[in-house]
């Protein structure tokens, strides 16, 4: 099954900007589709469609700050680029905050816009690839047994066989088989790529996380 | 010239108040200008304790410590923004850096924002704007 293309999403109240908006981006060869309110938008949206949104700031009923804020408390990735034709400092800083991909002032270039919405694209695959890689390695670690993904924890706190033998109470012998079983059900070629999967998964802490010290 | 925080009147003014929980400094940028004095003094006045550093080494060596955010107030079209806050991100991941810039435009914001920074403050809006964006950033010990 191939994936959706992506599409880029325009929300503005303002008729000429829609259609201004969906022709430009048609024009470089990408799907558009247009809406007029951002209830509209939230309604059709499918977190399974890839894709940017291009959202007005200010809109009658919700705003596009609002709309930010519900995709937000939906989980949905979309990347936003905001644009505005009353943009001030705080407004900028609160939509970033918020997690805007960007935030554009009318009026633009239209190079800067079609700019804006391909890293936008890029960014939304770059995403979406990451979630289909973890959601992949969790399904291998469901294939575990429970015994493999302990000896996998341990294993990927870079305990030794022999160590982990002793804390579990086998030999080591048996640590060796349920580490062989783990990289080849976790289809990990060496215990580097092992422990990068488990960071992916969560299922060890991650060092390039920790706060500082 | 940086002054150390036991010689700096208004800093030593913040910790001579009682505090029955610890709270961890705001550091601020001091290059001696107008707006680093008034970062100061509205922290003064809100009761937010802070510590000021000098900017570069001073500053690389001040977000080594427990801090709630560092406040950096830059001159229009200085590009000191980007080295400030790539050395703080490396040095003290997750440490907030408020940037404070005299009629910063949208798309100096936005730039900025993107390259890490929790906030831009506009100069001129200073007494608006700090405590918002700052209040959310202080903890406890």
């Not at chain 2, 107030?73 to 005299?102: K, Q, S, W, Y």
């Not at chain 2, 906030?119 to 964006?133: D, F, P, R, S």
Request: charged share 25%.
């Amino acid at each position: 099954m191939t994936a959706p293309s992506p599409t880029v999403f325009i929300v503005d109240d303002d008729e000429a900007v829609r259609s201004s908006l969906r022709m430009l981006i048609r024009s470089v060869g990408l799907q558009a589709r247009a809406f007029g309110l951002a209830s509209e938008f939230l309604e059709a949206y499918d977190p399974d469609q890839p894709g940017c949104v291009v959202l007005d700031v200010r809109m009658p009923g919700m705003s596009g700050l609002e709309m930010q804020q519900e995709l937000n408390r939906r989980g949905a990735t979309v990347p936003v680029v905001f644009i505005t034709g009353h943009g001030d400092v705080p407004m900028a800083v609160e939509a970033m905050q918020h997690g805007a991909f960007d935030f554009l002032q009318k009026p633009f270039r239209d190079q800067d816009l079609l700019d804006r919405v391909q890293r936008a694209l890029e960014r939304d695959a770059q995403t979406r690839a990451a979630f289909t890689a973890r959601a992949t390695i969790r399904e291998r670690i469901q294939s575990l047994t429970p015994r493999e993904r302990e000896v996998m924890r341990l294993v990927t706190m870079g305990k030794a066989n022999k160590v982990i033998g002793a804390e579990l109470g086998v030999s080591q012998r048996t640590v060796e088989i349920h580490r062989a079983h783990v990289m080849e059900k976790m289809q990990a070629h060496s215990l580097a790529a092992l422990v990068r999967m488990a960071l992916d998964a969560q299922e060890i802490p991650d060092a390039r996380n920790t706060d500082k010290s | 010239m940086q002054r150390p925080p036991g010689t700096h009147p208004v800093a030593a003014a913040s910790r001579e108040r009682p505090q029955s929980r610890r709270q961890h400094p705001v550091l601020v940028v001091d290059d001696g200008g107008a707006h680093a004095a008034e970062i100061e003094r509205l922290l003064t006045t809100m009761r937010i304790p802070w510590e000021p550093c000098a900017p570069g080494v001073g500053t690389a060596e001040a977000v080594r410590r427990e801090a709630a955010c560092l406040i950096a107030p830059f001159a229009p079209n200085d590009d000191g923004a980007r080295a400030l806050i790539e050395t703080v991100h490396r040095i003290a991941p997750g440490l907030a850096v408020i940037v404070v810039i005299d009629d910063p435009d949208v798309a100096a914001t936005v730039a900025a924002m993107r390259l890490g920074a929790h906030a831009v403050i506009e100069g001129k809006a200073l007494a608006a704007g700090l405590l918002h964006q700052v209040a959310p950033l202080l903890q406890n010990d």
